[in-house]
Every structure is written in C-alpha cells, then in structure tokens.
C-alpha cells in the first residue's frame, strides 16, 4: 500500500488545526452564557442543529461529495446525537439554570479521561502510563483554572442536578467521540456532517417540544450567539474535530479539550472584564504540560 504523502500544505493544516480547534471550541461557554437570558436552551440548540446540517448538506452538493449508506448515515446520525446532542444539550441546560461557566468546565474537563477509558474498550486504543499520567495533570490543570469558582459552591445554580447534568454531557461526547473513530471515521466531513445533525437536532428538539416553552426573544444578542454557534462552532470547530479524529488517536484528541477552561477564562477577562488570579494562570501553564506529555511523540529508533 502506497504511503500517504504528506505535502506542506497537509502539514501546516495538521499543526494549526489542534490550535484553531482549542480557540473555536472555547468560545462555546461564552455562548452558552451570552444565549441564555433569551433563548431556552434546548430550543436554542433546535433552531442552531437544523440550520447547521443544511449548511453541511449544502456545501457536500457543491463539493459534489459522496453520499453515505443507509447503515453509514445511521451511524452518523447516532454520533451526532452524542457528539452534539447530548453534549451541549446538557451543558447548555445546566449554564441556563445557573451553573457557572467555569465549574461547567472542570466538569467536561473529566471528558478527555472518560474517552480515554471508553477508547481502550470500544476501540482498543493502547493507554501508556505516559498517557495515564499526562492526563491526571490535565485534570489537576483544570481544577486550578476554575477553582476560583468553586468557592460558589452551594450557592447559586450548583446543585446536585446540574452537577449530575453536566456529567452526564461529558458521558455523551466521550461516547460520541469512541463511536465516530469505531463507526463512522471514514465519511465525508461534509455529507457526514449533515447526518450527524440529523441525529443531534432530534435529541435536542424532542425534549424542547416536551419540557420548554420554546422562547427565543430575537434579540440582537440571541441572533449574535445563534450565528456565531452555527458558523464558528457547528461548522468550523465540529469539523476541525472530525478532522483531528480521523488524523489522530481518540485519546490524543480529547487531550485538547484541556486547554478550553485556560482560553475561556482568558476570554472572559477580555469580554465580561473577569480577572485572572496567578492560581489560574498556573493551571493554564499545567493544562499546557498535559497536552504536551500526552501529545509528544516517542522519537523511532534509527
């Protein structure tokens, strides 16, 4: 079998897409708190889903992109509803009812442990204790960057339930995660992705038709959070993602995920004026070490 050759192009995309991916993906708890006053958030997520799969299936007939299977969009489908749906539904869900952003967070910090865990019995990737110890780091890393917010705890929307909710999204996109590198590596980014928010818009409208009062105020802001989640995150971040799953181990990819709290926090000192203390500026600097144990390559012996 022919090797696949790597062009500079290729090259330059593989080292920018992991920092693009982490800048685009921290945006999402900024988001979730700018959407929230105006926007149930399962209704918020039903209106952002739909509009984002019909930009994908768009763009896969102007690339005149192959088209999946029955069982292949049934698998796209079904990770979507975990990747997507069950991930931000939740999340968005706790953050509207109080849970702040920063212990929203630590909590989907757990994410990239839990993948890993799935990833070694679903798909048999092999954790090293190299891995093992690059991830307790990150987890340390993103204690320290929220822990700030932890002094809120039992106070405000840091309850039991959206504690249990917010895990339960970090559940859903490790599982989500395992079953796209299991089930539906290999499918067009774009026709794919239009499957996969077929599957995430049905996980979100169903209980928004049941439970909420399916508000949107129309809002500048509303509209502002609506655009920005279809166009930087359902778009740009989801395939950067998609991308990183099919260029790298599931593992390695998750590992990324400890760098959101660091650049979200940095964010929200830039846009809500909040302040950072040298106690998360540390845990930024550790989340950091972690992706880089975790990511680092063993050099191949000549």
């Excluded at 559940?171 to 290999?186: D, H, N, P």
């Excluded at 004026?273 to 106690?279: N, P, R």
Aim: charged residues 10%.
């Amino acid at each position: 079998m022919a090797a696949v050759q790597h062009t500079p192009a290729i090259r330059l995309l593989t080292a920018a897409a992991p920092v693009l991916f982490v800048l685009m993906w921290a945006t999402g708890f900024v988001v979730a708190r700018l959407s929230a006053p105006h926007a149930d958030p399962l209704t918020f997520l039903g209106i952002r889903f739909p509009i984002a799969g019909v930009l994908f299936a768009l763009i896969a007939l102007a690339l005149a992109a192959p088209w999946p299977g029955a069982k292949q969009a049934f698998h796209a489908s079904v990770a979507g509803a975990f990747l997507h749906g069950g991930y931000l539904g939740p999340v968005y869900w706790a953050v509207a009812h109080g849970m702040p952003a920063g212990v929203s967070a630590l909590i989907v910090g757990l994410q990239p442990l839990m993948t890993a865990i799935l990833a070694a019995a679903i798909v048999k990737e092999t954790i090293s204790a190299r891995h093992w110890v690059g991830l307790m780091v990150g987890i340390l890393g993103v204690a320290l960057v929220v822990s700030p917010k932890l002094q809120l705890a039992g106070t405000g929307g840091i309850t039991p339930l959206t504690t249990a909710v917010n895990v339960l999204g970090a559940l859903s996109i490790s599982f989500g995660t395992v079953y796209q590198k299991r089930f539906a590596t290999a499918l067009n980014l774009a026709s794919g992705g239009a499957w996969q928010y077929v599957g995430a818009s049905l996980a979100v409208l169903i209980p928004a038709f049941l439970f909420e009062e399916m508000r949107f105020d129309g809002t500048f802001e509303a509209w502002f959070a609506l655009g920005w989640s279809v166009i930087v995150l359902s778009l740009g971040a989801i395939t950067l993602l998609m991308l990183l799953i099919r260029l790298g181990d599931v593992g390695r990819v998750s590992s990324l995920i400890f760098l959101v709290p660091g650049v979200s926090a940095l964010m929200a000192y830039g846009l809500f004026g909040e302040t950072l203390s040298l106690v998360q500026i540390l845990g930024m600097a550790v989340c950091a070490a972690a992706v880089l144990i975790v990511t680092r390559r063993r050099a191949l012996p000549p």
